[in-house]
């Protein structure tokens, strides 16, 4: 089975200083993502907002739905005296910096919250095609062998931020206030992107760069990646796979927040619960899943967490059921479970994004699909709200755990097929097989 998620030899060197620098860059996303997607729901919820309207959060989710129409143009167009992506990154990371720090003039009340949406939203425009660059940017240098270790290393970065965030914006929150916070969102996105604006990029590979050449200029040129995308038959064998993943990575972390406020617990201790399981348990899942995913495959270990999902929500059931408030520590020991499996599941699933993507069109074929499964986050965080009033958290906590046995479950039933689709298109469209479309810097 370990054929099956390498391509590459085992003998090849990882590149870890590439990865690492990889890692920041998604670090950099989740600062003000920690933040806008845990506290303004918390704060909100600490004001009263009942559970029922807690879909408008999921609204400026929305452009991230539409990545299918940005990535074609990121794909086609660049200026090459700056790179390929970062003629794309560094407009729209510096645009997204200035709608966070916009949020600093705009104090959270209920008659604020619908122009807080509004600003949201338009800052997911930029982070939307932000995310099309940086992703791109990843399939393209992070060679088949490396993925397992790249999908595990980027989600460990993303904890660390989100611990960094939740912990810092949390202290900020209540001693300085929510102008401070949202400033210090900003900024360190700002200053964890920096040395992506100053690395040189490297160039296209000879293939992707001939048949780009051979692309008509015209709409029909500009959109027949995605035309190419939506004609393939392994496609429609992946929407599945992309939008139940979606569903049950989304279902969990945004919830956790009001979860923890229904509990009795002050914003400065949900940031350091919230913060201190994401880091162990996110850490351990993307470690775990790194290296077994490699030696393993990714079949066996979807097999795994689907045996997983349902067991490892049941300590989170019997917390929301007995309405007990534990103390902190505590508290993160129940969310370690749950947190470790969706963690080992978001690396497997990452994992197979990239091996998914074409070498012809990275940014529009990991775009579109991680567009798909934002469609399923956008779906899971319009639903939490309004399902765990409904169920309440204990009920809530079980659908986590019987999405998650539907996500691996799809995995496990179309891997074997996918697989031969996949290698057999990457060497039609490019003759490279199964490559990243340039060489790793």
């Given at each position: 089975?370990?054929?099956?998620?390498?391509?590459?030899?085992?003998?090849?060197?990882?590149?870890?200083?590439?990865?690492?620098?990889?890692?920041?860059?998604?670090?950099?996303?989740?600062?003000?993502?920690?933040?806008?997607?845990?506290?303004?729901?918390?704060?909100?919820?600490?004001?009263?907002?009942p559970l029922e309207n807690f879909w408008i959060f999921s609204l400026p989710l929305i452009p991230y739905w539409l990545r299918w129409a940005v990535a074609p143009v990121v794909d086609t167009y660049w200026i090459r005296?700056?790179?390929?992506?970062?003629?794309?990154?560094?407009?729209?990371?510096?645009?997204?910096?200035?709608?966070?720090?916009?949020?600093?003039?705009?104090?959270?009340?209920?008659?604020?919250?619908?122009?807080?949406?509004?600003?949201?939203?338009?800052?997911?425009?930029?982070t939307a095609t932000q995310e099309v660059a940086i992703d791109a940017y990843t399939v393209e240098n992070v060679r088949p062998h490396e993925r397992p270790k790249a999908a595990g290393l980027n989600t460990t970065f993303e904890a660390a931020g989100q611990m960094a965030a939740l912990v810092l914006l949390g202290v900020l929150v209540d001693r300085y206030g929510w102008r401070v916070a949202a400033f210090a969102a900003a900024l360190l996105m700002l200053a964890f992107l920096l040395p992506a604006f100053l690395r040189r990029e490297p160039p296209p590979s000879e293939a992707v760069e001939r048949a780009l050449r051979e692309r008509s200029l015209g709409m029909g040129g500009l959109f027949a990646p995605l035309v190419r995308f939506l004609r393939r038959r392994d496609t429609w064998t992946l929407v599945p796979i992309y939008v139940l993943g979606g569903l049950y990575t989304g279902a969990l972390f945004p919830m956790l927040g009001p979860f923890l406020i229904d509990q009795g617990y002050s914003l400065t201790q949900l940031g350091l619960i919230v913060g201190g399981t994401l880091a162990l348990g996110t850490v351990a899942g993307a470690t775990v899943a790194g290296g077994c995913v490699e030696r393993v495959g990714a079949r066996p270990m979807a097999i795994i967490l689907a045996i997983l999902a349902i067991p490892s929500v049941l300590p989170a059931v019997w917390l929301s059921y007995s309405g007990t408030t534990l103390a902190p520590a505590a508290t993160i020991a129940v969310l370690f479970a749950p947190t470790v499996v969706v963690a080992t599941f978001y690396v497997v699933w990452v994992s197979l994004r990239m091996r998914f993507?074409?070498?012809?069109?990275?940014?529009?074929?990991?775009?579109?699909?991680?567009?798909?499964?934002?469609?399923g986050q956008?779906?899971?965080?319009?639903?939490?709200?309004?399902?765990?009033?409904?169920?309440?958290?204990?009920?809530?906590?079980?659908?986590?755990?019987?999405?998650?046995?539907?996500?691996?479950?799809?995995?496990?039933?179309?891997?074997?097929?996918?697989?031969?689709?996949?290698?057999a298109r990457n060497e039609r469209e490019t003759g490279e097989g199964d490559t990243p479309a340039a060489s790793p810097p």
């Open positions: 089975m370990a054929a099956e998620t390498r391509s590459g030899s085992t003998a090849e060197p990882v590149q870890w200083g590439k990865l690492v620098f990889i890692g920041l860059m998604y670090m950099a996303q989740t600062f003000p993502s920690a933040f806008v997607s845990s506290f303004i729901p918390s704060i909100f919820r600490e004001q009263g907002l005296s700056i790179g390929r992506r970062k003629t794309w990154m560094i407009p729209c990371t510096l645009l997204a910096v200035a709608a966070y720090a916009s949020l600093a003039f705009v104090q959270p009340s209920y008659t604020t919250l619908n122009l807080i949406v509004v600003i949201l939203f338009m800052k997911s425009v930029f993507a074409s070498p012809l069109q990275a940014g529009t074929d990991y775009a579109t699909g991680a567009a798909v499964g934002r469609i956008t779906l899971a965080a319009a639903a939490g709200g309004p399902l765990a009033a409904f169920l309440g958290w204990h009920g809530y906590f079980l659908v986590l755990g019987v999405l998650g046995v539907l996500a691996c479950a799809i995995i496990v039933v179309s891997l074997k097929p996918l697989t031969v689709q996949i290698a």
